[in-house]
Every structure is written in structure tokens, then in C-alpha cells.
């Protein structure tokens, strides 16, 4: 099964930038995100691990202490140019256990 990660499909992250929202999951549950400030996510569409910023994603940073997330939890974000070549993740939402598969048509 993991012959098929990434997909087929998988993009350069730079061909991810400005597509709107990509799905994909966490790599690290909710304490070691919010101790660091920082995580990280994979996903189908792309290569690698792609860093994300609590201070850039104020919706999962001011989720209520009670909802936990988990690693392999399913998220959806945006991809934009952190200058000099590299790439993080914005705007990152969990999304609903039973929609994973609908992050594309938010």
C-alpha cells in the first residue's frame, strides 16, 4: 500500500501554490504542535513534508483545549512561498472524520 505514496499524481510544491485548498494529515498530535509552535503535513498531491506555523493558521491554533488531533488526522490548507525556495502551509483546518476525502471542494 505505501508503493502508492505520494500518488501518481503528486505535484512539486511549487505547483501547489495558488491552487486554493489541498488535503492531506498531520504528521504530530496537538501537544507537540502547540509546544512548538510548529508541525509538519504530508499529502497525496505532493512530495515530502511541508511545515505549517500555529501563528499562520489561527483557526486550528484557537480550536478549543477539549478537541484533540492526532497524527493521521486529516486536514486541509493552502500552500504559499516562504521565499528562497521553500514552501509552508497556511490557513491548515481540521476536517470532519467522515469528509477527509472532500478537502478539494471546500
Not at 22 to 35: A, H, M
Not at 91 to 99: A, E, G, I, T, Y
Request: net charge negative; aromatic share 8%.
Amino acid at each position: 500500500a505505501s508503493s502508492a505514496w505520494p500518488g501518481p499524481g503528486a505535484m512539486e510544491l511549487s505547483k501547489c501554490v495558488g491552487i486554493g485548498a489541498v488535503d492531506g494529515f498531520l504528521l504530530q498530535p496537538r501537544k507537540e504542535v502547540d509546544d512548538r509552535g510548529y508541525g509538519y503535513i504530508q499529502s497525496q498531491h505532493f512530495k515530502g513534508d511541508l511545515i505549517f506555523l500555529l501563528l499562520k493558521s489561527p483557526v486550528l491554533a484557537d480550536i478549543p483545549d477539549e478537541t484533540d488531533y492526532q497524527r493521521n488526522d486529516r486536514v486541509a490548507f493552502e500552500v504559499v512561498s516562504a521565499g528562497k525556495g521553500d514552501y509552508e502551509a497556511v490557513n491548515v483546518v481540521l476536517l470532519p472524520k467522515d469528509q477527509a476525502g472532500e478537502a478539494a471542494s471546500l
